[in-house]
C-alpha cells in the first residue's frame, strides 16, 4: 500500500503537533521553499548501548521521511561520536543489540538521505508498504502505526499517546 | 550542618559536535569566511532534561544562525569560534590569551550588569580551532572559562523534595517552562509566601551596595544544570563569580542554591530531581575578584586520553565524496555477501591487482567489471590513441578523447578514475613485442625497454588479462605469465564468437583432484591445463572466411566484447574465490547429454571451467577443458626453460625469426604464413 504526500505530510503535522503537548522532542524541517516531499520529521536522543566500550552515552537521531520511489515513510538514523565522526553500519548495529543472525543488510543499511543527500542508516522500505496494507489500512494516522510498530527495532519509542491520533 | 568544609567541586562539560556542523562550518570555510581569522560567534546548547553522567554542549549546524533557535529543553551557550588558517597557527598561539580574552567579554558582562538582565550570557564557550579541508581533519579544542581563583566550600546538599512540596514542585516547574529561555539558565526562586521565580535583576542591582542582605534571605539561588547527584555543574562558577560581584555583602556567607534539573515522568515534566546545595561563598573582596594576581582564566576541555590537549575529528568517511563512493561500492558487495554468498571472500578480490594487456572494447569492459566487484588497482597497457570509431564501441572513452588523439591506456585510467576515484588505475602506453616483427638496430632499446617494462608490470600485478585485438601479441605475455606463474585470463573475439580461458599455472605442487569423476567426465588439475597456443594448435579451421578469431581486422557484433568481458571478469573471480586458485582442477563433460558438470571442487560462486567457448549464433556456450600441449611455443617447458635462461637474447631470436620456436620445440607447423594469420576459428561441434 502506498500513501501520498499529503498524507503523509498530514501525518506528521499531527504527530509534531501531539509531540509539542507531550513534552516529546520530534522537531518538524521544512524548508523554506516548502517543496514537495522535502518535509521531514527528526527526534534526537541518548542511547546507552551495553556493547559499546567507547562511550557511556551516544546520540542517534532519528528521521523520518517520504520516500518518493516507495510511496511509503521511511525511517533512518545516525549516531555519532563526540566529536562528530558516524558511527559505520556495523558499530551501530551493535550499539543496537543487533546480532549477526538476523539479516542486517536486508533490514537496516546505509542509504543516501534523500533531502541531506549524505549516508544513513535506514530501515528498508521494501516491506513497508505491505506492513502498511496488512496491518494499518484503517489507521486514520498511518506514520504513528507504523512508527510505532518499527521504531522499537532501533530503540525508538514511541509514546501509547500518539495512539490516539490512530 | 557538618564542619567539615571541603571545597566544592564541578562537573566540568564535555563537547559533542554533531556531524551537521563540521559540514556547515566546511561549507561557510570555502564560501563565506575563507581566510578570515576573526572570531566568530556561534551557539551551544545544553539541557538540563533528564541527567547525563557526563553533562555536554552540543554543537551542530544550527550553532552558525544569527539568532538563537534551540530545540524544546535546550539552553544557550554564547560559543567563540576562533579558526586558525594553518595547522602551526594552531599549534603555536596562546591558550591562556585566548581562554583570558574570552574571560574579558564574560568579566565585562558581569561588571556592566548585562548578564543581570540576560543571564545566559554567563554561559561561554570558545573552541579553537583548524581545518584541513583537503583531508577532511578537523583539529578543535574547547574551553569553557571559568576564573580559578573563586574557591566556595561543600557545605551539605539535598533532594529538592526535602524543602518543597509536591504542589509548590508543579507550580515552580510550570513556571520555570514559562520563563524565557534566556532566564532560565540563571535565575532566583523567592520562598516568601506563594513560591515563585524571578529574574536576577529583579532582586539584584549591578553594583547596589545598598541592597540589604536581609533581603535577600527569602531568595534561594538557582541554575539550570544537568548531571551526577553528587555535584553541580560547571555553570555554578560564573554564577559565583556574578553574585560576589554584585553581592558583595554574601562573601563568606552559607548560601543555598538549586541545580535546576527536569526530568520526564510519561508526557509529564517534572522538576524533583534538583538538588539544593549548602555552599559557603569565598571570602573574597569585590575588588579582588578579577584583579588579584592569583586570578587565572582557565576551562579547556582534556582530550580523548583525558590529558590537555586538542582533539582531531577524522570526518573523511562521512564527508570526503571519495570516500562516500567507496563506501557505497563496498556495501553493495556486502549486501550481495550477505543475502546470496556468506563465504564469498570479498577482501580477496579488492586486494587483487589487475592488469589490462589491451585498453580496447574488452579492455573497457573488463575494467568496468572489475570496478563493480570491488577491485581496486586496474593498469591498462596499450599503445594506441583513441580513434573515432572507438567510443561507441570501448565504453571508457568519449568524443572529445578522440580529438586530442589521446593516448588509450592513459585516457582509460584517468576516465576510469572518473567513474570512480577511489580505483587506482594507470596506464601505460607500450608496444607488446611480436614473434615475426623483426627488431632492427634502431629498435633494439625500445624493444628491450618494452619488454622489461611488460616482465615488471606483470610482475607487479596477481591477474593478468590478455586483451588485446591480435594473436601475435599474446604470446610473449602468455610466455613471460607462464614463467612468473600468475594467473592469466585470455579473452578472443571472433565475428559473433568467442573465447574465454584461464592458463595453466606450471606448478609442482600436487593438484588435489576430486577422487569420484563419473565416466563421462574428465578433469583437469589446474597445473596441467593449457595455454591459448596450446589449443590453438588443435582448434580447427573454420570454413566461413568472416568468421575469424582474434585477428586485428576482425569485425564482431557489438555484443561479443561485453559477453566476452563480463565473462572474463567472473572467471577470474570464480578463480580467485577458489581455494586452490588457478590451480582449481576444470571439470568437463565427455557427453553431449550429460548436462550434470560435477558440482565437486567447485568454489562459493560455481564450477570453474577452462575455458568458455561462446556462439552468439546459437546463443550457446560450451565448456572444454584441455591439457597443456607439450610442444606449445608458449608454454611448454622447453620454450619456458629457454626463456628462463636466455631471457631477452632469446625473445629476439624469436622477433626475428619465429621459426626458431619451431625448433626448440621440434614442432614444424607454428607460422604457415608470416604476413596472414593463421584463422583461428572453430565452432561447437568440434569443440567438445
Ligand atoms: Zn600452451
Same mark, same amino acid.
Not at chain 1, 523554506?32 to 520529521?41: C, G, M, Q, R, V
Given at each position: 500500500m502506498q500513501i501520498t504526500w499529503e498524507t503523509f505530510k498530514r501525518c506528521i503535522e499531527e504527530f509534531q503537533d501531539l509531540s509539542n503537548e507531550l513534552n516529546d522532542t520530534w522537531i518538524i524541517h521544512k524548508p *523554506? $521553499? *516548502? *517543496?514537495?516531499? $522535502? $518535509?521531514?520529521?527528526t527526534k534526537k536522543q541518548f542511547i546507552t548501548p551495553k556493547n559499546f566500550e567507547e562511550e557511556s552515552s551516544i546520540p542517534v537521531e532519528y528521521h523520518v521521511m517520504y520516500s518518493i520511489s516507495y510511496g511509503t515513510p521511511i525511517l533512518c538514523l545516525n549516531s555519532w561520536r563526540n566529536d562528530g565522526t558516524l558511527l559505520t553500519m556495523e558499530e551501530l548495529w551493535k550499539c543496537l543489540n543487533f546480532t549477526e543472525d538476523e539479516d542486517m543488510y536486508s533490514t537496516l543499511t546505509q542509504m543516501d538521505h534523500p533531502i541531506l543527500q549524505r549516508p544513513f542508516l535506514t530501515l528498508h522500505p521494501c516491506r513497508t508498504g505491505e506492513i502498511l496494507e496488512n496491518m494499518f489500512k484503517d489507521s486514520r494516522n498511518i506514520i504513528v502505526s507504523w512508527l510505532s510498530l518499527v521504531g522499537p527495532i532501533v530503540k525508538l519509542d514511541v509514546d501509547l499517546n500518539y495512539m490516539k491520533l490512530t | 550542618m557538618s564542619d567539615t568544609q571541603s571545597p566544592l567541586q564541578f562537573v566540568p562539560f564535555s563537547s559533542c559536535i554533531n556531524p551537521s556542523f563540521w559540514h556547515k562550518f566546511t561549507q561557510l570555510k570555502l564560501d563565506v569566511l575563507k581566510l578570515d581569522e576573526s572570531t566568530a560567534k556561534i551557539w551551544g546548547y545544553y539541557t538540563n532534561l533528564d541527567s547525563q553522567m557526563k553533562p555536554i554542549i552540543e554543537v551542530d549546524s544550527t550553532s552558525f544562525n544569527n539568532y538563537y533557535n534551540g530545540s524544546k529543553f535546550y539552553l544557550p551557550y554564547h560559543g567563540l569560534l576562533i579558526n586558525k588558517n594553518t595547522i602551526e597557527e594552531f599549534k603555536e598561539c596562546d591558550k591562556k590569551n585566548i581562554i583570558k580574552e574570552a574571560g574579558d567579554i564574560l568579566e565585562n558582562d558581569i561588571k556592566t550588569g548585562r548578564a543581570l538582565k540576560d543571564p545566559a550570557l554567563l554561559n561561554l564557550f570558545l573552541i579553537l580551532s583548524y581545518a584541513d579541508l583537503k583531508k577532511y581533519n578537523f583539529y578543535y579544542w574547547f574551553a569553557f572559562p571559568v576564573l580559578n581563583s573563586i574557591k566556595p566550600s561543600y557545605i551539605n546538599s539535598y533532594s529538592i523534595t526535602k524543602i518543597y512540596k509536591e504542589d509548590e514542585l508543579i507550580r515552580l516547574c510550570k513556571q520555570y517552562l514559562d520563563l524565557d529561555v534566556n532566564n532560565r539558565s540563571y535565575f532566583l526562586i523567592e520562598t516568601k509566601g506563594d513560591i515563585q521565580i524571578l529574574n536576577l535583576d529583579s532582586q539584584i542591582c549591578p553594583n547596589n551596595f545598598s541592597k540589604n542582605g536581609n533581603e535577600l534571605d527569602c531568595i534561594i539561588f538557582a541554575f539550570s544544570d544537568s548531571t551526577l547527584q553528587s555535584h553541580p555543574g560547571w555553570q555554578l562558577r560564573n554564577f559565583i563569580l556574578l553574585i560576589l560581584y554584585h553581592c558583595p555583602y554574601l562573601a563568606g556567607k552559607i548560601l543555598n542554591f538549586i541545580s535546576f534539573r527536569l526530568n520526564r515522568k510519561g508526557s509529564e515534566i517534572k522538576c524533583d530531581n534538583s538538588i539544593v546545595w549548602e555552599i559557603k561563598l569565598p571570602d573574597i573582596d569585590k575588588i579582588d575578584i578579577f584583579s588579584n594576581t592569583n586570578s587565572t582564566w582557565v576551562g579547556f576541555e582534556a582530550n580523548e586520553r583525558d590529558k590537555m590537549g586538542p582533539r582531531l575529528a577524522k570526518m573523511k568517511d562521512s564527508m570526503s565524496p571519495t570516500s562516500l563512493a567507496e563506501a557505497s561500492v563496498d556495501l553493495n558487495l556486502k549486501l550481495m555477501k550477505w543475502r546470496l554468498l556468506p563465504d564469498v571472500n570479498l577482501d580477496k578480490i579488492k586486494s587483487s591487482k589487475c592488469l589490462l594487456l589491451g585498453a580496447g572494447t574488452l579492455g573497457c569492459a573488463v575494467a568496468r567489471n572489475l570496478l563493480a566487484w570491488g577491485v581496486r588497482t586496474i593498469t591498462f597497457v596499450d599503445n594506441g590513441t583513441v580513434s573515432y570509431s572507438n567510443p561507441v564501441r570501448q565504453n571508457l572513452f568519449t568524443f572529445e578523447d578522440c580529438i586530442g588523439n589521446k593516448q588509450k591506456a592513459t585516457t582509460a585510467a584517468e576516465n576510469l578514475s572518473k567513474i570512480f576515484p577511489g580505483v587506482t588505475s594507470g596506464g601505460h602506453n607500450l608496444t607488446i613485442p611480436m614473434p615475426g616483427h623483426p627488431v632492427g638496430e634502431s629498435l633494439l632499446a625500445q624493444t628491450k625497454e618494452a619488454y622489461e617494462k611488460l616482465v615488471k608490470l606483470i610482475s607487479e600485478h596477481d591477474v593478468i588479462f590478455l586483451l588485446m585485438d591480435s594473436r601475435e601479441s599474446r604470446w610473449l605475455p602468455t610466455l613471460i605469465c607462464a614463467s612468473l606463474k600468475k594467473m592469466? =585470463?585470455?579473452?578472443? @573475439?571472433?565475428?559473433?564468437?568467442?573465447?574465454?580461458?584461464?592458463?595453466?599455472?606450471?606448478?609442482?605442487?600436487?593438484?588435489?583432484?576430486? &577422487?569420484?569423476? +563419473?565416466?563421462h567426465l574428465k578433469c583437469v588439475p589446474g597445473n596441467k591445463l593449457g595455454c591459448y597456443f596450446c589449443n590453438d594448435i588443435t582448434a580447427p579451421?573454420? +570454413? @566461413?572466411?568472416?568468421?575469424?578469431?582474434?585477428?586485428?581486422?576482425?569485425?564482431?557484433? &557489438?555484443?561479443? +566484447?561485453? =559477453? #566476452?568481458? #563480463? @565473462? #572474463?571478469?567472473?572467471? #577470474? =573471480? +570464480?578463480?580467485?574465490?577458489?581455494e586452490q586458485g588457478p590451480l582449481a582442477p576444470a571439470f568437463y563433460t565427455l557427453s553431449k547429454f550429460e548436462q550434470d558438470v560435477s558440482r565437486e571442487n567447485e568454489c562459493n560462486l560455481g564450477i570453474i571451467p577452462h575455458s568458455i567457448r561462446g556462439f552468439l549464433s546459437m546463443f550457446n556456450h560450451v565448456l572444454p577443458a584441455t591439457e597443456r600441449y607439450n610442444q606449445c611455443i608458449a608454454c611448454s617447458d622447453a620454450v619456458v626453460k629457454l626463456y628462463e635462461e636466455k631471457t631477452f637474447e632469446f625473445l629476439l631470436e624469436v622477433f626475428q625469426k619465429p621459426s626458431y620456436l619451431e625448433e626448440v620445440t621440434g614442432l614444424s607447423k607454428m607460422y604457415t604464413n608470416c604476413g596472414e594469420l593463421e584463422d583461428l576459428d572453430f565452432n561447437e561441434e568440434d569443440s567438445s
Open positions: *523554506e $521553499t *516548502e *517543496e514537495n516531499f $522535502t $518535509t521531514y520529521l | 592469466t =585470463i585470455n579473452a578472443a @573475439l571472433g565475428f559473433d564468437t568467442y573465447l574465454i580461458m584461464r592458463h595453466g599455472v606450471n606448478t609442482d605442487k600436487a593438484c588435489e583432484v576430486a &577422487p569420484n569423476i +563419473s565416466k579451421g573454420d +570454413s @566461413l572466411k568472416d568468421r575469424t578469431l582474434d585477428q586485428q581486422c576482425t569485425v564482431t557484433r &557489438p555484443g561479443v +566484447s561485453n =559477453i #566476452a568481458a #563480463a @565473462l #572474463a571478469v567472473e572467471l #577470474a =573471480i +570464480s578463480v580467485i574465490q577458489h
